[in-house]
């Protein structure tokens, strides 16, 4: 009786346990979420604050205006490098561990792909927010353009969100799909990987250039637009987490 008391005590929690391993693998992740959600704001505050210093100086000596040159910096751009690395330790740091407390290979990538989706989603939100409040300030108003820059703020929010989620994504996607290839084959795999995304991108940019297609290439980007573009970088993301999930169900944790 004492047994079947024990067991039957037991098997409630088993079942809490493994209620949800999707969301257990979300909540891996985010046992640092400095890591996730605190370091990339701190790189994009960086070069905000590094952009108005640059736009002082231009002020001291051009006067009051609005420094349209700054359009075309990167600085807006500056968390997606270090999420290629998160990407990386994402999987690197936790994979093995979480397969030691019972979770599957299936559960762990699609754990990991939600965490991803939030991560995007998040940077999306805030990145668009801080676009329209650089436009309602006139550049904080200094006439400087650090979110505002490149292709967003011409299109609205939900189009500056979008290009953003799609651009997250893929970073982090691509960090993590490398990883498992180093996960599976070790050195050899990156090598194989590395070498053949390079002859891939050189055999596509000969054929171009052989059929003197670069004119209508461009002319077909244009015509699909920014959002066509992004979505195409999208797809990319999915491709490589989807193909990150058929080398993780062979990938031996060490």
Sequence with gaps: ???????????????????NPIWRTVRLHAVNPAVFFGMPWVIAGSAWVVSMVVGLIIRSVAGGIDIEGMRYSWAVLSPQWYLVVVGVQAVGLTFSFALGIG??????W???????????????????????????????????????ALWYGQNGWLTDF??????????????????????????????????????????????????????????????IGIVGQFTLLLGLALACAFGGYLVIRRATPR
Aim: hydrophobic share 60%; proline share 2%.
């Design 103 to 108: 979770s599957t290979r299936r559960d762990y």
């Design 162 to 223: 979008y290009t953003t989620f799609a651009l997250q994504l893929l970073v982090l996607s691509v960090g993590a799909g490398a990883t498992t290839v180093y996960m599976r084959w070790r050195i050899p795999g990156m090598m194989v990987l590395a070498f053949g995304a390079t002859a891939a991108l050189l055999v596509a940019g000969t054929v171009v250039t052989l059929l003197q297609g670069w004119a209508e290439l461009f002319g077909w980007l244009a015509a």
């Design 1 to 19: 009786m004492n047994a079947l008391t024990v067991v039957g005590s037991a098997l409630p929690r088993a079942g809490r346990m493994r209620r």
């Design 110 to 148: 699609m754990g990991t792909l939600v965490m991803f989706v939030l991560v995007s989603a998040e940077m999306a939100a805030l990145t668009a927010a801080l676009v329209q409040v650089e436009k309602a300030t006139g550049g904080w108003w200094l006439g400087v353009h650090m979110f505002d």
